[in-house]
Antibody, heavy 116, light 116 residues
């Protein structure tokens, strides 16, 4: 199970970290990724982290825009912005990557609204 | 614009068979497995079909997914078929594959299925 933190409202330029608390499986055995869905749009893969060693990979479209991390002591993954922009307004999903099955477990999503 | 191309919409009447296409290239569908996801209105996406067959993309369904859903692949294209269409199948459907050139997971732009 992946349970995400609640909806957020931020002003442009503010920082933000959203979380994804996992349970029910061995956290350090699977990659955890983040997927963005802008209003009325499709799914975009942002990046992924392996909690065992915090190995992190980013989509070229999101590299340098966000930071993905994981804390294996509390089986939680994070998505961090140092400065949000209005264009970051979207729903963000954390999702487990199963090497055999694909993205097989999804969080409920976190809505981020950035507005001045 | 996604490197995996899906028709933006599809429709059918109850009981009909509908197919949704996903067109890619040699660097993604042509050399990697394809998975499909269903996103019901207002909910997180859900894994619908996964494939561990590089060549034919033969369908595998997670537990709980009806046998009416099936997937296939030919060359650089993949398809999702839904037989015996039901009203509860009305949703957005996304294909997904790894891209060797971009070093990124790609989602198709999504197809909105309407049950008439």
């Amino acid at each position: 199970q992946l349970v995400q933190s609640g909806a957020e409202v931020r002003r442009p330029g503010e920082s933000l970290r959203i979380s994804c608390k996992t349970s029910g499986y061995s956290f350090t055995n699977y990659w955890v990724g983040w997927v963005r869905q802008m209003p009325g749009r499709g799914l975009e893969w942002m990046g992924i982290v392996h909690p065992s060693d915090s190995d992190t990979r980013y989509s070229p479209s999101f590299r340098g825009q966000v930071t993905i991390s994981a804390d294996k002591s509390i089986t939680t993954a994070y998505l961090h912005w140092s400065r949000v922009e209005a264009s970051d307004t979207a729903i963000y999903y954390c999702v487990r990557r199963n090497s055999a099955y694909g993205w097989d477990n999804w969080g409920q999503g976190t809505l981020l609204t950035v507005s001045s | 614009q996604s490197a995996l191309t899906q028709p933006p919409s599809a429709s059918g009447t109850p009981g009909q068979r509908v197919t949704i296409s996903c067109s890619g290239s040699t660097s993604n569908i042509g050399s990697n497995t394809v998975n499909w996801y269903q996103q019901l209105p207002g909910t997180a996406p859900k894994l619908l079909i996964y494939s561990n067959d590089l060549i034919y993309g033969s369908n595998q369904r997670p537990s709980g997914v009806p046998g009416r859903f099936s997937g296939s692949k030919s060359g650089t294209s993949a398809s999702l078929a839904i037989s015996g269409l039901q009203s509860e199948d009305e949703a957005d459907y996304y294909c997904e594959a790894w891209d060797d050139s971009l070093n990124a997971w790609l989602f198709g732009g999504g197809t909105r299925l309407t049950v008439l």
